[in-house]
């Protein structure tokens, strides 16, 4: 038996380890490419009507596209499930009823929104045409199937 006390080794940025640096780029390429396609966002949904019209809810949405449009997905989404334009408050004029507005991975990841001293851990989703393995335990809504694209 021979006792090796000294190897390379090549570190990923994001901290893997490979023996092999070919191994150690072919992942990071892969790796970033996957992370150029995810986009996230907050949206700010169902208002008051009674009084203010200010969203009371929040959405923290994680998109992942292959052909852009991360935001458009989010809309689309958001136009589905909560509507667009509708009454505003006490039934004068019209309102929106959300808001999307982009963040970054450290916010969905955190997951809480801090407005001045008010806390909130809104419910996190993720918008994807297939399962991803960093998302496991979040809600997935396959927005290519539901929507009728191939």
Known sequence: MEII???TIFKAFDGKIFTSEAECKEYEKQKKEF???LKFFIVNHSPDLNETGLFTEALLVAVYSEYGLHK???NNYCIKKFGYLGVGVQGWRFQTYFGV???DF???SKGMLEDW???SHPKKILLSPTELEEF???ERFDYMK???FK
């Open 106 to 108: 450290e916010t969905y």
């Open 101 to 103: 507005y982009s963040t």
């Open 5 to 7: 006390t000294s190897a």
């Open 35 to 37: 992370l150029d396609n």
């Open 146 to 148: 539901e929507w009728g």
């Open 136 to 138: 496991k335990g979040i």
């Open 117 to 119: 001293s008010y806390e």
């Open 72 to 74: 458009e997905i989010v």
